[in-house]
């Protein structure tokens, strides 16, 4: 089948679905949709993924989200607990591992086994495959909200499969947000499909009564991703999944570090999906936001990361997105301990309750800000529709192709890693070089424009070394990196 | 000068890309000869990489967690292969979660590795004991 | 002598200088005040507090500064060398303790001795009198960074005599502020007068060439506290220090919570102080700003503790105030370890560098915001001046006999204790009962329209439970105190 | 009913008024009669302020950390003032620094307290004790 933006058919889908629960042993325990389904349908209202971020778009709060996933079905339980508990986290999440996350099933049997051995989790998550239906679904019974799998899983149908049937209402991820990042030689066009076979999916569950969310993953690599590009990812995953008849789409955004672009990249976000989405006839969607706490390199320092935390929870809070996903203080050394992710919960959930009442105000600058946005995704996304002769499926292929669409500091081959970023003086991300990404001339200016203006106070040149000292600036104590001499 | 060389690379299902390519430029930037094979690369691609330059150092960096699963049997692996004297350094987040230094520096010694960095050593540190390794000034 | 605001005559001064140097035995090691100056002129530069922290307010940044203070002089020394290299703190404080305060000397021997014997400091604060002017400088010249005596003493001469001949150049309080939160019935003429020696005092260090930083204590209560009020009372103190010959002076505000009225608040106090100060004649006045973060009762958790701090520091960093007062996570508890002191610090620390390149940009709501507590502040600057009859420290005397100034929740008996303040649905602080405070009518419809409109939504009374629910609403994990009923 | 009277205010050298305006409040709210004496009181302001009014108990504040050394004594002179029944409560934040609860509530229970509150316990934990103690339903 030639790749396009399609809603599969059901006898497609149900042909690739025997496969798929072929390739590892648990599949046979799914393999009734119906069944499936109507256990999903039975789970209480309060614990749908999907109505509980409605009711919170509705109210305007904002939810606490953590990440966490260990190896043994026990521990994982006392751990989101744990985080439900004592976290007072809002929504519940199951990180899973990397083996999972390559397939690579036979890595999580031995995973498991000596996670068992050495009584610790050897694990980086939750081998929800593994675990099979029976064990995914005694994770959700035994706690009263939400849960949502978060992973980075280029194939993850057969996971899709195994979640939703046990009753887990959101995935996260996406044909694009799950390859390029994630992995190193996996084609475009296998994941698209790949991807569209989840959606499709949550759509069947919507269709049958049980509403699922799908969140394309907006942070990407997570590093000095230039707002437009990541907007752009999430906006074309977002009308990927729609397509699928996904109803439920949480669109993701990573925080850069300037409040002013950080706020103005998850309003134009919110925006511009709206208006996408509408645009190409998906009504009735339900859209909501999440944004990410810092994703690159922390700072080690316990009181420095509370810092980063917070500050991060501040502008989600101002930019009043439906649900923030929550770092820790051990962020730097490892996964953390269900302490310290409680911590990073409870920290974070203090800042949106001194905030909840109050929101950010328009200025000049921020209006400004939002604009370029919105101007620089809409020349992305323009370029992607016309690369692919209106099918927007096959314009993600060939736009990573001539990199239209690039990703910084993307571990994938498919990925023309051309563009550099940096931070200008205010630590807003600009593009350095803009590679092949299509701005207009404009843009272009601006964006160089912004970067000669640090250049210049700073006394250095506008290249890579920069983009180096601005991957390393936060974890070093501030956002805007400085000259290399002066590191250590 | 006769430039060394060194392969680096992110072992296992671990997909770090970052670290990877700022240690590229660090390590060419200080003058080797960097062989870089990225990230998900197994012990095997490390040491063919290794076998077919004929490195000095093979640096492996391991983030995601998994690392003590990943490199077990590498340095008899690399013995096989004939790379009995190569260096083999390992750095990142190289276990699961924060971890007592004295104790991962032991188990990864064990494993093989000439030198072992915890969280947060930077790959300037790496470079400067790469020199001392290899006598260069 | 009547209470008037005019610069003290230096004969009258020095009849006044014997008798306060004979209130306590170490007075007699100051006598000199030409070798005091010499002293006080031989320190470096850097540990000027006015320089440094004029340098800051040129330089755009935000300094740190922390509380501390314990009964023994090496613990003290060790304690601020601590904050200073392990906390990363730009001043250093040294924090008086309450029997220091209350003049009550012998008690502090007594705490000195039983800390001795315990082994643990028994006073909350470093008796800098009974130490005297060699341990004063004991504790200076261990130190690279400027140091500041931080107390709430009504009759502070004999301990500004004590650490400006030491070296200190910085001294906080002031007539107002260190007696209407700080005393039960300490006659407010009293008061002003023994602060126009402190200020007389550091105006002849100035005169002969060592600039010393003078700073009235923003927050008073730290409770509720309208911004408008205290604002009136820092302009006040400003304006009796300069007329003293005070050239330096910083203007403190006690974080609210609401994040707009907070950086209005700071917006008009550095405002008015200029325009006030320039208004009767002192020119040429350094004028710098201090934030304090949040002084009301804190949140006991750890976490949410950061929270708060790293809150405050954002505001503090958007507002660009000069310096920030710092908090810890065992605020809530007693006095902090040095440990969770440097914490605190390294949190606020890495907020500032994190938005040290950034600040807030001016919206209609901000600028709204601050005309309202301009005018406010204007309201009551008015009616004491008339008070006075155009003398503002007589006037000053007779506003709080009158109510025109009234601080909530403050000990003195001396103060009218009239007004109620409550936070709007926003969080702002609001006079709920605006008591004798003279304010326009237009202020006080304002006052009142944003108050019912929070018993509207909440379906409550606006009366005194609303403010004993906003008193405990921090610490208690949010901003708007919620009903009694949902309190434990 | 015979409203029980109750001394507050807060010890030493200490102004913290807050607190001691939210328990006037709260007591009153509750149906006691209270007396309240207000910051910067000392022993014999308590002791005379309870013969006076011939009051049920003394709820002693102290926030700024001295209360150890003010309060020294306190329970003896009380008896000889004749107050030999009278309860003692004292809470706030008793002591300097964060220190171990059990251990504060030792010292201050010798000191001749009958009740002690550590930090964070609110005046509505004292009022139920109170209650409790006095028979009061
Ligand atoms: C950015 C990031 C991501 C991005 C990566 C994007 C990409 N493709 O590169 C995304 C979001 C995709 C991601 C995914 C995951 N991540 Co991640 N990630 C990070 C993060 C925040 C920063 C890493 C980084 O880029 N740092 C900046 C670079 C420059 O530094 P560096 O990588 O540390 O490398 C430097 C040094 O370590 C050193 N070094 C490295 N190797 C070597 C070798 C030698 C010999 C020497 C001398 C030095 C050296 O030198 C380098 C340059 O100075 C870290 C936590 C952190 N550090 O703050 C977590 C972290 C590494 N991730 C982690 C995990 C678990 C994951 C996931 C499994 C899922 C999850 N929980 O989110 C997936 C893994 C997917 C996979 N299969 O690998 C964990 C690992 C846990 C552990 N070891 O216990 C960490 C530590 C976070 C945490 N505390 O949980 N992640
Ligand atoms: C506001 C405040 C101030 C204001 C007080 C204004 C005023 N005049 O009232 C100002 C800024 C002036 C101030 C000054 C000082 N403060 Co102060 N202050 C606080 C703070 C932040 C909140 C206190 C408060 O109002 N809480 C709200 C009220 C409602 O709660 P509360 O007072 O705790 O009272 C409740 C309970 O404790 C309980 N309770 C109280 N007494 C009793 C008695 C009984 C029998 C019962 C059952 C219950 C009970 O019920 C009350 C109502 O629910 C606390 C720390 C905190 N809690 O977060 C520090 C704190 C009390 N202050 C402290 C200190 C040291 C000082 C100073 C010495 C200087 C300094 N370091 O800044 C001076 C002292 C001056 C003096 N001579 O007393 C320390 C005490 C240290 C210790 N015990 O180890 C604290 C704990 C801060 C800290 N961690 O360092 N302070």
Chains 1, 3 share one sequence.
Not at chain 1, 124 to 133: E, K, L, Q, S, T
Not at chain 1, 259 to 270: G, N, R, S
Not at chain 1, 423 to 433: H, M, P, T
Request: proline fraction near 4%; hydrophobic fraction near 40%; charged fraction near 25%.
């Amino acid at each position: 089948m030639e790749l396009t933006n399609k809603k599969l058919n059901i006898d497609e889908f149900l042909k690739t679905r025997e496969e798929v629960l072929k390739t590892w042993s648990t599949g046979e325990q799914v393999k009734d949709l119906n069944q499936n389904i109507n256990y999903a349908a039975s789970i209480p209202k309060t614990k749908n993924f999907a109505l509980i971020l409605k009711k919170a778009k509705h109210d305007q709060v904002t939810l606490t989200q953590p990440r966490a996933g260990v190896a043994l079905i026990p521990d994982h339980i006392e751990l989101l607990k744990f985080l439900s508990e004592e976290g007072e986290a809002d929504l519940l999440p199951t990180t899973i591992d990397s083996y999972t996350r390559q397939n690579r099933y036979e890595s999580c049997a031995l995973g498991i086994d000596e996670s068992r051995r050495l009584g610790r989790s050897m694990l980086n998550g939750f081998p929800v495959v593994n675990h099979g239906v029976n064990g995914a679904r005694q994770v959700q019974e035994s706690l009263d909200k939400p849960v949502q799998a978060r992973h980075g899983t280029p194939d993850a149908r057969l996971m899709s499969e195994i979640i939703h049937a046990a009753g887990w209402t959101s995935n996260e991820g996406g044909g694009i947000s799950y390859n390029i990042p994630y992995s190193k030689d996996v084609p475009l066009d296998k994941t698209i499909k790949d991807w569209q076979y989840c959606d499709r999916l949550a759509g069947i569950y919507e269709e049958n009564g049980v509403p699922i969310n799908r969140e394309p993953f907006g942070p990407l690599t997570g590093t000095l991703v230039p707002p437009s590009m990541s907007n752009a990812v999430a906006i074309i995953e977002a009308l990927l999944a729609a397509e699928q008849g996904v109803v439920h789409i949480t669109v993701g955004y990573g925080q850069c570090g300037n409040q002013i672009q950080d706020i103005a990249a998850i309003k134009a976000l919110e925006q511009q999906t709206d208006a996408y989405l509408k645009k190409y006839g998906y009504d009735r969607r339900v859209i909501t936001t999440v944004f990410h706490q810092w994703m690159g390199g922390f700072p080690r320092d316990e009181a420095k990361a509370y810092a980063a935390i917070a500050n991060a929870s501040v502008t989600a809070a101002l930019a009043r997105v439906t649900k923030i996903i929550v770092k820790t203080t051990h962020e730097a050394f490892g996964i953390p301990t269900k302490e310290a992710n409680a911590n990073g919960l409870k920290c974070t959930k203090m800042v949106l309750n001194l905030l909840a009442d109050q929101k950010v105000y328009m200025s000049k600058k921020l209006k400004e800000q939002t604009n370029i946005i919105k101007e620089e995704t809409k020349c992305i996304l323009d370029a992607v529709f016309e690369a692919g002769k209106g099918d927007l499926a096959r314009g993600v292929v060939e736009a990573f192709k001539r990199g239209i669409l690039d990703i910084p500091f993307a571990p994938s081959r498919h990925n023309a890693n051309i563009i550099l970023p940096a931070r200008d003086s205010y630590g807003a991300v600009r593009y350095l070089d803009v590679g092949n990404v299509p701005l207009s001339d404009e843009l272009k200016n601006y964006n160089r424009y912004m970067l000669e203006k640090r250049g210049i106070t700073e006394k250095r040149p506008v290249n890579f070394q920069m983009t180096v000292d601005d991957i390393f600036a936060i974890s070093e104590g501030r956002l805007v990196g400085k000259a290399k001499e002066t590191r250590k | 000068m006769n430039a060394k060389t060194v392969v680096i690379g992110v072992i296992g299902a671990d997909v770090h890309a970052v670290g990877n390519k700022v240690i590229d430029y660090a390590l060419k930037n200080a003058g080797f000869n960097v062989v870089n094979i990225g990230v998900l690369s197994s012990q095997e691609d490390f040491i063919n990489a290794a076998v077919e330059t004929n490195a000095d150092c093979i640096m492996v960096s391991s983030l995601y967690g998994h690392a003590e699963l990943d490199c077990q049997g590498f340095r008899e692996k690399c013995n096989e292969a004939g790379l009995n004297d190569i260096l083999l350094y390992i750095g990142g987040n190289i276990v699961v979660g924060k971890q007592e230094n004295a104790e991962v520096l032991e188990r990864f010694s064990k494993l093989g590795f000439n030198r072992v960095y915890p969280p947060g050593v930077n790959i300037e540190a790496g470079i400067e004991d790469l020199k001392n390794d290899l006598n260069i000034k």
